[in-house]
């Protein structure tokens, strides 16, 4: 019992020994960058809070409230910035390699010509070549209306962008299409009736929008 006694004593000795160091005393009165940081901030709250609203005496609580209500709007503001940021460079990299007008020939036809030559290409049954018309139709009808400029050298993603600079709906519209566009150009997908005709009312639609005449 005696031993206990004399253990807890020594213990108590110890602590006290720790808590009177230097050290641990200089340790304890710098609360470090952070803490300190939070402080002036929400010292700055409190003062912006009485100085809007002078009747009201601000409450650390209020100003903690404050505080992480700011940090959590920024953190969501970083998080969309973010998910767009992303989605763009998605979307760039699915357009950015194809240059739908293939030479200086089929620039010079009028968005007319293009969608006759869809329907003859329709058809006779080849509906890819009848997607890629229409989608050319498409692209030189919004360069007629001086909404992109077509170049042979541009790519579907450059004309995404111009167009997304005039309206934003038909630009996301136009990429749906482009992507389209791209998967049959490239081999990838073979349009068969029932999808060129989607595609095609789709393409119309968008020539024949009346917000166009806006």
Known sequence: ?????????KARD????????????AYHKDPGFF?????KALEAIAKAIEAIFPAVEPTARASSVILIGII??????????????????V???????????????????SYERHMKEAETFAASGNHSQATRHMFLALLL???EREWLKAMVWKTNWDYYDE???????????FYRLAIVFDQVAYG???????????????????IRDKGHES
């Not at 019992?1 to 004593?9: A, D, P, S, V, Y």
């Open 1 to 9: 019992m005696r031993n206990g006694l004399l253990n807890e004593g």
């Open 14 to 25: 110890q602590l006290e020994d720790i808590l009177n160091d230097p050290e641990y005393q």
């Open 35 to 39: 803490s300190e940081l939070w402080d």
């Open 72 to 89: 959590a709007c920024l953190i969501i503001a970083l998080v969309v910035i973010t998910i767009v940021l992303i989605s763009r460079r």
């Open 91 to 109: 979307k760039r990299r699915k357009l950015n390699e194809s240059k739908p007008l293939q030479s200086m020939n089929e620039l010079e036809w």
């Open 141 to 143: 009808y919004f360069h």
């Open 163 to 173: 167009l997304r600079k005039v309206n934003k709906e038909w630009a996301d519209r």
């Open 188 to 206: 990838e997908r073979e349009v068969d009736a029932p999808e060129y005709v989607s595609f095609r009312d789709e393409a119309i639609e968008l």
